[in-house]
């Protein structure tokens, strides 16, 4: 038998990894055994597995869920975030709660443009494209500056698009790998649909 799989994982170490990951603690023990006790790894192979289960839930319809509000700097931030689950089931439970108020915090300290690549215009990518490959080095090979290009595009994206952003609370994780946790959390198809973002005296 090896190492990892005769790994007995403490009780304090289960919760300390569902405090971080909200995954379900049979799933926690699952991954830390896995990970041999690798606290890094195991949070790893949890994300992995909500990102798979969320692949698997995103045709399914979500038409429930909550508006979240958050209101910070003396009432002068304000944000509104739309989040959809399948049924008003998991829209009442405190854990789609506490993402949803999570998300609305992180727009209100991160100010995203866009909730998702797509919802960039494409003139605006083409845009962008343009200005990276200009600013490559003279000399590179074609293949050097489009993955290049395609580096500095996506750190655009992670400054820019809400679902690519480090979450402000765990930068470890981006707000995409937080709501995909969720998904693992909570079996359902879980979506961000929208958010509005006010700043007194801005237009």
């Known amino acids: ?22 995954a379900p603690m049979m799933d926690c023990r699952k991954a830390l055994v896995e990970a041999g006790g690798d606290m890094a790894k195991a949070k790893a192979l949890l994300l992995e597995r909500g990102a798979a289960q969320a692949e698997k839930k995103a045709e399914r319809s979500a038409n429930e869920g909550l508006v979240a509000s958050y209101i910070h700097a003396g009432g002068k931030i304000g944000v509104l975030v739309e989040i959809n689950s399948e049924t008003d089931f998991v829209a009442r439970n405190p854990k789609f709660g ?68 480090p979450f402000v609370k765990d930068d470890s994780l981006s707000v995409n790998d937080l709501v995909n946790a969720a998904v693992g959390s909570l079996g359902e198809n879980i979506k961000v649909r929208r958010f509005t973002k006010f700043a007194l005296g801005e237009n």
């Open 98 to 165: 506490e993402l949803a108020r999570d998300i609305a915090m992180h727009v209100a300290a991160m100010s995203p443009q866009y909730l998702d690549r797509a919802q960039v215009p494409t003139e605006t990518v083409d845009s962008l494209k343009a200005e990276f490959r200009a600013a490559v080095p003279p000399g590179k090979p074609a293949d050097v500056i489009e993955k290049i290009v395609e580096g500095k595009l996506n750190k655009w994206f992670e400054e820019h698009v809400l679902l690519d952003q």
């Open 1 to 22: 038998m090896s190492t990892a799989m005769s790994y007995s994982p403490k009780a304090d170490e289960i919760k300390a990894l569902r405090d971080e990951t909200s």
